[in-house]
């Protein structure tokens, strides 16, 4: 027999739209000859659907757009669609079977995540039931996501008599994440002596990037069908005499993966939330010089307008490497100097300032003016402000409210610096996109007279290397220290992270490309004594 596997882009809400979706790909799947379709998890409705899934009103919508949905279906072809089911006063995330205009059966998950950025307990209650359907003569049994982390959900759909198991699934991107996946299935497969089909999302939702790398695999473990990475469509595997077959896909490496998944996440956040174009202000620096360039692949340059903002600190190679990069990509590229509106800034405030010298105050109010320009142009033409802070300053707090945190969407929000210079050189193997000497050149804020990132910081690889271990592992200082970091370092290091968390809470939101970012999966308080020994 055919399976046909629905990698999808979902988009939270959006039932109609998503329906659509999946009535489409059914069409499709039938002309090709498949007797059934897998749908990921929680397609109907697009995941996570958060605290939509508290509304009885949406259970209502997606009972109805699921009966609406079956009668879609041709002939023939059994449909497996993921959606969040209510019955009474329980509230499930399940996947229901649907047939000649029937729905046959429904699976109810078992397994509710309850870490990183899963908060399934809030919302859901835990199936407890296995799910075991015929089509063409094999029977299926159902599990999702997280069901197959755990040995019990497989092995009970083993037991209930299935003869492969398929997985739905709306598992979201990190970097080395498909061969964590590959792990843990083979481990259910190895339980059960069952292959499994994995299906999973694509596409963009908020902070979230699901990467699709659909799979299946055989009932010795062996890699039987891999599928592409972020690209949404149909796949057709083959099971005869119960082993799966379809093309294996060879993946991306990590940082065209994770470059991968930052277009992506713009792409749908831009496209999902209505706006037309995207701003970006373009300093000469590396970061804004990636943000732009993955802007221009996510959109298009005719959608991304850079604007220079010099001060009187910005120096001329900024100018010449900023325009340089615009002209080469194609966007829109406008200078707005704000020496004019710093200096009446200034003016205004010179009682109060009088015989103080200049500081961070002066520095602020300058990266403060350029958020001003870049949201008065926002509010005019309907651009969305793409914020350019990478995840080293986001740690650190080096950054400034209301200024350059001033946006919409923080693109290298969990991106750490060492790594935007290593995706920049990637970026530039595509085709010549970055200047070298922006790529080469020490950072700086340009906010003061011969200022360097280092002056406040320590090394990046330093920075980076102590932000993992302390944001992303949880190590203790002590712990961090004893691994070879001086701790002169680790202190400061830890210091400025433990006191920035009230400018995280206030940025933008940003897309996740690591284990634990600084959003959804990471939840300190502000108010805060605690100090790790």
């Given at each position: 027999?055919?399976?046909?596997?629905?990698?999808?882009?979902?988009?939270?809400?959006?039932?109609?739209?998503?329906?659509?979706?999946?009535?489409?790909?059914?069409?499709?799947?039938?002309?090709?000859?498949?007797?059934?379709?897998?749908?990921?998890?929680?397609?109907?409705?697009?995941?996570?659907?958060?605290?939509?899934?508290?509304?009885?009103?949406?259970?209502?919508?997606?009972?109805?757009?699921?009966?609406?949905?079956?009668?879609?279906?041709?002939?023939?072809?059994?449909?497996?669609?993921?959606?969040?089911?209510?019955?009474?006063?329980?509230?499930?995330?399940?996947?229901?079977?649907?047939?000649?205009?029937?729905?046959?059966?429904?699976?109810?998950?078992?397994?509710?995540?309850?870490?990183?950025?899963?908060?399934?307990?809030?919302?859901?209650?835990?199936?407890?039931?296995?799910?075991?359907?015929?089509?063409?003569?094999?029977?299926?049994?159902?599990?999702?996501?997280?069901?197959?982390?755990?040995?019990?959900?497989?092995?009970?759909?083993?037991?209930?008599?299935?003869?492969?198991?398929?997985?739905?699934?709306?598992?979201?991107?990190?970097?080395?994440?498909?061969?964590?996946?590959?792990?843990?299935?083979?481990?259910?497969?190895?339980?059960?002596?069952?292959?499994?089909?994995?299906?999973?999302?694509?596409?963009?939702?908020?902070?979230?990037?699901?990467?699709?790398?659909?799979?299946?695999?055989?009932?010795?473990?062996?890699?039987?069908?891999?599928?592409?990475?972020?690209?949404?469509?149909?796949?057709?595997?083959?099971?005869?005499?119960?082993?799966?077959?379809?093309?294996?896909?060879?993946?991306?490496?990590?940082?065209?993966?994770?470059?991968?998944?930052?277009?992506?996440?713009?792409?749908?956040?831009?496209?999902?939330?209505?706006?037309?174009?995207?701003?970006?202000?373009?300093?000469?620096?590396?970061?804004?010089?990636?943000?732009?360039?993955?802007?221009?692949?996510?959109?298009?340059?005719?959608?991304?307008?850079?604007?220079?903002?010099?001060?009187?600190?910005?120096?001329?190679?900024?100018?010449?490497?900023?325009?340089?990069?615009?002209?080469?990509?194609?966007?829109?590229?406008?200078?707005?100097?704000?020496?004019?509106?710093?200096?009446?800034?200034?003016?205004?405030?010179?009682?109060?300032?009088?015989?103080?010298?200049?500081?961070?105050?002066?520095?602020?109010?300058?990266?403060?003016?350029?958020?001003?320009?870049?949201?008065?142009?926002?509010?005019?033409?309907?651009?969305?402000?793409?914020?350019?802070?990478?995840?080293?300053?986001?740690?650190?707090?080096?950054?400034?409210?209301?200024?350059?945190?001033?946006?919409?969407?923080?693109?290298?929000?969990?991106?750490?610096?060492?790594?935007?210079?290593?995706?920049?050189?990637?970026?530039?193997?595509?085709?010549?996109?970055?200047?070298?000497?922006?790529?080469?050149?020490?950072?700086?804020?340009?906010?003061?007279?011969?200022?360097?990132?280092?002056?406040?910081?320590?090394?990046?690889?330093?920075?980076?290397?102590?932000?993992?271990?302390?944001?992303?592992?949880?190590?203790?200082?002590?712990?961090?220290?004893?691994?070879?970091?001086?701790?002169?370092?680790?202190?400061?290091?830890?210091?400025?992270?433990?006191?920035?968390?009230?400018?995280?809470?206030?940025?933008?939101?940003?897309?996740?490309?690591?284990?634990?970012?600084?959003?959804?999966?990471?939840r300190y308080p502000i108010t805060n004594k605690y100090r790790a020994p």
């Amino acid at each position: 027999m055919k399976i046909a596997l629905a990698q999808l882009n979902a988009t939270v809400g959006d039932l109609a739209g998503n329906a659509d979706l999946i009535a489409e790909f059914a069409r499709q799947a039938h002309r090709l000859g498949a007797q059934l379709l897998l749908t990921p998890e929680m397609a109907l409705c697009g995941y996570p659907p958060e605290d939509l899934a508290l509304r009885p009103d949406f259970y209502d919508e997606n009972a109805r757009v699921l009966h609406e949905l079956a009668g879609r279906i041709p002939a023939g072809l059994t449909l497996v669609a993921g959606h969040p089911l209510r019955e009474g006063a329980r509230r499930f995330n399940a996947a229901s079977v649907l047939r000649d205009g029937a729905i046959l059966a429904t699976y109810r998950k078992q397994l509710l995540p309850n870490h990183s950025v899963f908060d399934e307990m809030r919302t859901f209650d835990a199936g407890e039931d296995a799910c075991v359907f015929e089509c063409a003569g094999v029977r299926f049994g159902l599990n999702i996501c997280e069901d197959i982390w755990e040995p019990g959900p497989a092995l009970q759909a083993r037991d209930a008599g299935a003869q492969c198991l398929l997985a739905l699934n709306a598992s979201p991107f990190h970097a080395d994440k498909q061969p964590l996946r590959l792990q843990v299935a083979r481990a259910r497969v190895m339980e059960t002596g069952l292959p499994l089909i994995y299906a999973n999302l694509t596409g963009g939702q908020d902070e979230l990037v699901f990467d699709g790398a659909s799979f299946a695999l055989r009932a010795d473990g062996a890699l039987a069908a891999q599928f592409p990475m972020f690209d949404p469509g149909l796949l057709v595997l083959d099971l005869e005499h119960g082993c799966p077959a379809g093309p294996i896909t060879e993946l991306p490496g990590n940082e065209a993966a994770i470059y991968q998944a930052l277009v992506t996440g713009v792409r749908d956040y831009v496209a999902k939330n209505g706006f037309p174009s995207v701003i970006l202000g373009l300093s000469g620096g590396i970061d804004s010089a990636l943000t732009m360039a993955v802007a221009v692949d996510a959109l298009g340059a005719d959608r991304v307008m850079a604007v220079m903002m010099p001060s009187e600190f910005t120096a001329g190679i900024s100018l010449e490497d900023a325009e340089e990069m615009a002209r080469g990509l194609g966007v829109r590229y406008d200078v707005q100097a704000i020496k004019p509106m710093y200096d009446v800034f200034l003016a205004q405030l010179s009682d109060e300032f009088d015989g103080l010298p200049f500081d961070l105050t002066e520095e602020n109010i300058q990266a403060r003016i350029r958020g001003v320009v870049l949201m008065a142009l926002s509010n005019k033409f309907g651009h969305l402000v793409l914020t350019t802070g990478n995840k080293s300053e986001m740690a650190s707090g080096y950054a400034t409210l209301y200024g350059d945190m001033a946006g919409g969407l923080a693109v290298l929000k969990d991106v750490a610096k060492t790594l935007v210079w290593r995706l920049s050189r990637y970026r530039n193997t595509l085709s010549p996109a970055i200047p070298e000497r922006i790529i080469t050149r020490p950072p700086t804020a340009e906010l003061r007279a011969d200022q360097c990132d280092q002056d406040s910081l320590p090394a990046y690889e330093v920075l980076d290397a102590i932000m993992a271990r302390y944001v992303e592992q949880d190590m203790a200082p002590r712990d961090i220290i004893a691994a070879g970091y001086r701790p002169e370092d680790v202190a400061l290091v830890v210091r400025l992270i433990d006191r920035s968390e009230y400018k995280r809470r206030q940025s933008p939101p940003g897309i996740r490309i690591t284990p634990r970012g600084f959003g959804r999966d990471r939840r300190y308080p502000i108010t805060n004594k605690y100090r790790a020994p």
